[in-house]
């Protein structure tokens, strides 16, 4: 082995013109060594720039357990002296794959998108709904025991408006039950907008069965709902109820606290956290305004209906019940000119913050990536090969589609 290096070493020393900074002299095997200033320590010179060189780097690079640039030159200058060591050992180092699994930083977002249509459109409520589970909560059962419930909130994308309902479990059978209530007293929505939980998946094919089955008549089968899929992953895609799902656990947790309920009272708790989440404002109220304060009830509604104590003779005249049409009606287009001239406008304020740092280079077509999940371990985090990107409608790419190793292709955000 040895003779074998000193041949490979003899052959690499004769193929180029030695030039160095330091005093060369050959030795007793016609090797050519570096002499300084410390007796006894020469040290056998290398070309720069050869593929032998390469790998000399690369040996003693993995034989320091892939340390870093001064832990490879320290064992290298064991042995061995290299013109230029530390830029050598610098691209080696950029260039080792192991390395660059530890090395590599996660790609920035892209810049933010554009509101969507359904976010400014003077459409109904709950038109374009996102939907989205919550918890688990806690409730009491007979025989002191204790089970699991959650909260299905759906949000509507134009006035904020949510409508909360409690359910057993889960699964899409119990999901279903409350899709059909929520269509029941809402109406049946254009398009629900969801993550990717195995919940909606379900149901977002069982709507497409239904629609398809002859034998089923209810209120699904005849309306045509579009079910959209947010990116796995991506839970600031779905922003528009994320932050309201915080909304509510807050309300919950300061109107329960350590408090344990049944699942009736629990239903009556959540009515009045949806109703308080109803009322809230659209955005900063300042010290001082002149007009009503613009909240989710009031544009579902428009003014709030008649009281009991209002004079029932009035009410039924002809001419008043007309006069009072016309007046709803004109603070309902009121309160629509207001929601868009103040609370549209007001979401147009809010400059795109622009990553500083943006990728200068997005991985294209063919590229290994790694890909990150909450293993903050990277040395057990999947490789993956990029097979496609997915573009918004802005044309930015706001994520890849990945190969896996065992075939699965997968979906990830940048």
């Keep these: 082995m040895i003779e074998a290096e000193t041949v490979n070493i003899k052959h690499l020393q004769g193929s180029v013109v030695l030039k160095a900074d330091v005093e060369l002299k050959q030795d007793e095997k016609n090797l050519w060594r570096c002499h300084g200033r410390v007796t006894g320590y020469s040290l056998i010179f290398i070309p720069k720039g050869l593929l032998l060189t390469l790998r000399i780097i690369e040996h003693h690079h993995t034989k320091t357990l892939h340390g870093g640039v001064g832990d490879t030159m320290a064992s290298i200058r064991e042995r061995f002296w290299i013109p230029n060591l530390r830029v050598a050992v610098k691209k080696v180092i950029r260039s080792c794959n192991l390395c660059k699994r530890y090395r590599v930083k996660p790609l920035l977002p892209p810049t933010k998108a554009m509101l969507p249509h359904f976010r400014t459109d003077n459409v109904e409520p709950f038109a374009v709904s996102d939907v989205d589970f919550a918890g688990p909560l806690k409730y009491?059962?007979?025989?002191?025991?204790?089970?699991?419930?959650?909260?299905?909130?759906?949000?509507?994308?134009?006035?904020?408006?949510?409508?909360?309902?409690?359910?057993?479990?889960?699964?899409?059978?119990?999901?279903?039950?409350?899709?059909?209530?929520?269509v029941a007293r809402k109406g049946p929505p254009q398009m629900i907008i969801s993550d990717n939980a195995k919940t909606f998946v379900a149901t977002g094919k069982w709507l497409l069965t239904l629609k398809n089955d002859e034998n089923i008549a209810n209120y699904l089968a005849i309306q045509v709902i579009k079910w959209r899929f947010n990116l796995s992953r991506a839970p600031w895609w779905g922003g528009l109820f994320e932050r309201l799902i915080g909304i509510m656990k807050k309300s919950l947790s300061k109107t329960i606290g350590k408090g344990m309920l049944t699942f009736n009272e629990l239903e009556e708790v959540l009515l009045d956290v949806e109703c308080s989440m109803n009322n809230r404002p659209l955005w900063y109220q300042g010290d001082q305004f002149d007009n009503q304060v613009l909240t989710p009830n009031l544009l579902m509604r428009g003014k709030p209906a008649i009281l009991l104590e209002e004079d029932i003779a009035l009410i039924a005249k002809e001419e008043y019940a007309i006069r009072r049409a016309k007046f709803i009606k004109n603070c309902k287009t009121h309160l629509r000119k207001r929601w868009m001239?103040?609370?549209?406008?007001?979401?147009?304020?809010?400059?795109?913050?622009?990553?500083?740092?943006?990728?200068?280079?997005?991985?294209?077509?063919?590229?290994?990536?790694?890909?990150?999940?909450?293993?903050?371990?990277?040395?057990?985090?999947?490789i993956g090969r990029v097979e496609s990107e997915i573009k918004g409608k802005d044309g930015v790419t706001r994520g890849l589609k990945i190969l896996l190793g065992n075939g699965y292709v997968i979906e990830r955000p940048i």
Excluded: W
């Excluded at 009491?140 to 949000?155: D, E, G, H, Q, R």
């Excluded at 990728?359 to 999940?373: A, D, F, M, Q, R």
């Design 341 to 382: 001239n103040e609370y549209i406008h007001a979401m147009e304020e809010r400059q795109q913050v622009r990553n500083k740092g943006s990728n200068i280079k997005l991985p294209v077509v063919g590229s290994v990536v790694l890909i990150t999940e909450d293993i903050k371990n990277k040395a057990l985090l999947n």
């Design 140 to 182: 009491k059962v007979p025989k002191n025991s204790i089970k699991k419930c959650y909260v299905a909130l759906f949000t509507c994308a134009s006035t904020r408006a949510v409508y909360l309902k409690l359910c057993h479990d889960l699964s899409a059978v119990e999901f279903q039950r409350v899709l059909k209530e929520f």
